[in-house]
T-cell receptor, first 115, second 110 residues
Framework: AQSVTQLGSHVSVSEGALVLLRCNYSSSVPPYLFWYVQYPNQGLQLLLKYTSAATLVKGINGFEAEFKKSETSFHLTKPSAHMSDAAEYFCAVGRSNFGNEKLTFGTGTRLTIIP | DAGVTQSPTHLIKTRGQHVTLRCSPISGHKSVSWYQQVLGQGPQFIFQYYEKEERGRGNFPDRFSARQFPNYSSELNVNALLLGDSALYLC?????????FGPGTRLLVL
């Protein structure tokens, strides 16, 4: 079974400050890991993904995440927060099995940017 | 290219009624998955279909059913609606390990 834990349901940072959203996973097989962002009243947009290649993954909008197997973590970071980053962020774990790509999501972290 | 599309965008039903939600995947994607997102929570997996066959089912009652058509579009059906079925229903299509989500259908059950 696979699971994801997102530490901190709400995170507030000042505009221009570092963004750090935490995600820890559990998986009995090598995982695929994803970060999605959800703006109010919208669907999910893929930010970035880890699929067993480079452990440091760069995504859209200046976000990046580092896969650390020893810590079972996949934390999301952005060096300088922008007002437009305010949204809900979801970490998800899946597996490499073509035609069977069920994702298990965390409970989400709401990011607030303080002007 | 067009992304995943879903219809309708919003829906209001009363308890006991039936609802059908529709999804069109990205062109070339043969896999469609359905998720339920209750307010304040992460999406929960309901079904996955690949090449018109059910490949996975989440922990949802038999009131929930789905199917996939030859053009890879999909329908999610929910019978005997309960208040707790109120949620955002998300459809995702995939070709490989990455799922791309549509804007969702927001269902309110009164």
């Amino acid at each position: 079974a696979q699971s994801v834990t997102q530490l901190g349901s709400h995170v507030s940072v000042s505009e221009g400050a570092l963004v750090l959203l935490r995600c820890n996973y559990s998986s009995s097989v090598p995982p695929y890991l994803f970060w999605y962002v959800q703006y109010p009243n919208q669907g999910l947009q893929l930010l970035l993904k880890y699929t067993s290649a480079a452990t440091l993954v760069k995504g859209i909008n200046g976000f990046e995440a580092e896969f650390k197997k020893s810590e079972t973590s996949f934390h999301l970071t952005k060096p300088s927060a922008h007002m437009s980053d305010a949204a809900e962020y979801f970490c998800a774990v899946g597996r490499s099995n073509f035609g069977n790509e069920k994702l298990t999501f965390g409970t989400g972290t709401r990011l607030t940017i303080i002007p | 290219d067009a992304g995943v599309t879903q219809s309708p965008t919003h829906l209001i039903k009363t308890r006991g009624q039936h609802v059908t939600l529709r999804c069109s995947p990205i062109s070339g994607h043969k896999s469609v998955s359905w998720y339920q997102q209750v307010l304040g929570q992460g999406p929960q997996f309901i079904f996955q279909y690949y090449e018109k066959e059910e490949r996975g089912r989440g922990n949802f009652p038999d009131r929930f059913s789905a199917r996939q058509f030859p053009n890879y579009s999909s329908e999610l059906n929910v019978n005997a609606l309960l208040l707790g079925d109120s949620a955002l229903y998300l459809c995702a299509s995939s070709y490989g390990e990455t799922q791309y989500f549509g804007p969702g259908t927001r269902l309110l059950v009164l």
